[in-house]
Every structure is written in C-alpha cells, then in structure tokens.
C-alpha cells in the first residue's frame, strides 16, 4: 500500500509523454461560424489517424470563440506522411479549408526533450 | 484594389508561420479546480515572456473544465533556456505543481516544416 494514490481524472487527460525523438504535429486554427458537419468530421478523423503506424495520440483544445489547437503525435515521419496521404484526410483538408477554417497553422516538429508531471494525491 | 480581402478578426489569430528552423514548447495541463491566482499569473507570464530573445510569439486555448494547450515559439534553444531559468517563471511553475496543475506534458521540439492558410474573403 502507498501513501499516495492518484485521484481518478475524468474526461481527457495529456498524451503520455515518450522517450525523443518523435514528432509532434502542432496544428491551430480559427474557425468559421456554424458547424458545416465539422464536428462529424473531426470524430471521423480522430478515429482514422489511431489506424495510422507510428500514431502516438493527439491532445485538442478550443477556446470558446477562439482558438483550437491540436497537438498528434508520431513516432516517426513515415506516420505523418501515411496521414498526409489519407484519401479521406486530404478530402476533409480540402473541405475544411473551403469550409471551416478562417486561418490556420501547421508546424510539423522533431520533439527533443519532454516531460510529465502528475499531482500526487495522499 | 484587389478583388479579395481578408476580412477583420477580432481576438486571437495563430502565431505567424516563420521559415524553419525554429522551436515550439509545447505545454498541455489538466487544471485542478478554482483559480488560486492562476489567471493573474498566467497573464504576467504571458508578459514577461515576450522580453526573452528569440521568443517568437505564442499560441494559447483551454477547452471549459477540459485540457490547455500553449505552444510558445522560440527562434533557438538559447531563448527556451532563457525563460527556463528566467526566476520569476521557475517561481511560477514551482508554485502551479502545488497549487494549478493536475497533470501536464512539456515538449520541447524543433519545427522543421511549417505552413500557414488564410481565407480569401472576396
């Protein structure tokens, strides 16, 4: 028995951290008013990208009125240009541009050093 | 006179896209509950980073009682290591273990592909 347990979270929590190298890719937008089948989208997609090698999980945030940002994970580059290439990714892409997105930008990144904290709970 | 122009945006727009490379701190946090003088600091922090050389901007977003994400651009590890030992940070975060932050990540990784998308308003 340990004096400290971790209280149960609910809801989502951060990726895990991993051991570098791998790859991040940082993608924040703007979006357009009014739904335009965005949010069936993005669960189809959040779905498709766990079925890609290499995929390490994503974390996603948006501010009310404001900005989104989505933060997934790869192993290596090999997995992010699999999802680069989707079919069904570069049509939704494509239509999100026409569609849902005001602004948006993409930085594809080498992730060097990472760490995690958890609150301890005694 | 062009026949496109970008319509007005009020509120936050995504940090520019610069020419790699560069670096993005990337920083997820589940929050613990109430604010114990997290908005104000985060604000003065939000402040005090902009004097770090190399600092290139940051992006920010906190879904209601889900996960924050602030991906903080710097131009090289100089300036990432600068606002690491800045004292008033180092204070801040010492004081967010205890008090803000339920779990979070830290990646820190070097941007080597970026691109930006901006709608034409025509």
Sequence with gaps: ????????????VPVAVRQPPYYAVVFTSL???GDEGYGETA??????????????????AREPGGLGITV?????????????AHAEHR???AYGREHWYERYSLHIARVEHSHGFERAHG
Tied chains: 1, 2.
């Design 1 to 12: 028995m340990s004096d400290h347990h971790v209280a149960p979270v609910s809801g989502p």
């Design 31 to 33: 979006r357009t008013e």
């Design 91 to 93: 049509a939704a892409k």
């Design 72 to 84: 997934a994970y790869f192993r290596d580059l090999a997995g992010i240009e699999a999802w680069r």
């Design 43 to 60: 669960e189809r997609m959040g779905e498709l990208v766990k079925g890609i090698p290499g995929f390490l999980g994503e974390d996603s």
